[in-house]
């Protein structure tokens, strides 16, 4: 028979070799957990800095010690009221510190699956839904008010390159995953962007050109954050625009004037007379819907086939389902 006590034992088992596995771990990186014992003030903090930079090489080495430490942190807590318990204290406490080190600089981005939730609603359309990102405890980098010769100045004069590359990274990130959802015309950057990070996982022992491609980028999605205010319109108009023209429609400046009248009239009827309360629900709702956005629609330039044009209206009948409900929108402010 497997009696508590045998499973509480077993529990024990499991715990000293987690801790053993994650301190491995750390020892392979040059953490020695040994220097705390004698460190006081900015010796610790910089304990800590350093054991962040060394585990941070790259996002296998990332996943594999929050991995190790949540293991051996959900084992500990198994066997917390255990006296047994007391003989792992001290180090679990040391391998969470630096585990909720790392996700307060640079917090848990999977690009991976940003980009397959996006490719699922252009592919599958299905309802979009909100990306989420853990919250940071530090403070992030706006992209929008970044000075980029400021930032390089302080990566080169850093003696934690990686930290501040991995926060560069996050930031672009989480701007990413705004601008996709509110025009997934742009999956384009998200597909260059896990390039970039794959290929620096690969090989990751320059970190300064990986930096460099971060900002390069970076000042890439600056631009095309602007782009709306350069072509006069609101990022809910551009939206429509870039569904209607992309990929690559060549058009006179006329054409674009127009179409850009086009996608404007046509979404302020839609939100007037269409998009009433549970529209989604009504098929008759949905039916007047369609028959708008292709009366809209046939004002097209003369460019349009009549493959593209049908193209055009499912795919406008789409992000309006996808991203309006009743009235209100992705694009409402707090949405």
């Keep these: 028979m497997f ?7 077993a529990l024990v088992t499991q715990l000293r070799e ?7 771990f750390c020892i392979k990186k040059g ?9 006081q003030g900015f010796a610790r903090t910089k304990f800590w800095a350093d054991a962040v930079e060394s585990i941070i090489i790259n996002n296998d080495a990332k996943k594999t010690y929050l991995s190790l430490a949540a293991n051996a942190n959900k084992l500990y807590k198994a066997i917390l009221l255990d006296p047994a ?3 792992f204290t001290a180090i679990n406490a040391h391998l969470q510190a630096i585990k909720d080190q790392i996700l307060a600089e640079v917090p848990e981005v999977d690009v991976s699956e940003v980009i397959e939730q ?6 599958l359309s299905i309802t979009a839904g909100e990306f989420v990102i853990q919250e940071s405890h530090s403070q992030r980098i706006d992209l929008s008010q970044i000075d980029f010769v400021a930032l390089k100045n302080k990566f080169t004069s850093t003696d934690y390159q990686r930290t501040e590359t991995e926060k560069l990274k996050t930031a672009i990130a989480q701007k990413l995953q705004q601008m996709v959802r509110l025009n997934k015309t742009r999956i384009n950057y998200l597909d260059k962007f896990q390039q970039m990070i794959a290929e620096h996982n690969a090989d990751s022992r320059n970190v300064q ?9 970076a000042q890439q999605l600056g631009v095309e954050d602007k782009r709306a205010i350069t072509k006069n319109l609101t990022q809910e108009e551009l939206a429509i625009f870039d569904l209607l023209t992309k ?3 060549k058009l006179t400046r006329k054409e674009e004037q127009e179409l850009k009248q086009v996608a404007r009239e046509l979404l302020e009827t839609l939100k007037k007379e269409k998009l009433v309360l549970d529209w989604k629900k009504r098929q008759q709702t949905r039916a007047s819907i369609e028959v708008a956005i292709k009366d ?4 097209l330039p003369q460019s349009y086939s009549a493959e593209l044009y049908e193209q055009k209206c499912q795919e406008f009948y789409q992000h309006i389902y996808e991203n309006y409900s009743g009235q209100r929108s992705i694009y409402d402010a707090g949405a």
């Design 209 to 217: 050109i990986f930096f460099n491609d971060l900002i390069n980028f």
């Design 85 to 87: 318990a007391n003989e």
């Design 18 to 24: 987690a801790i053993a596995q994650t301190t491995t």
């Design 247 to 249: 990929p690559e429609i």
């Design 118 to 123: 996006v490719e699922e609603l252009l592919d």
């Design 3 to 9: 009696t508590p006590v045998q499973a509480k034992t």
């Design 296 to 299: 809209s629609l046939d004002r």
């Design 31 to 39: 953490i020695d957990f040994a220097v705390l014992e004698s460190a």
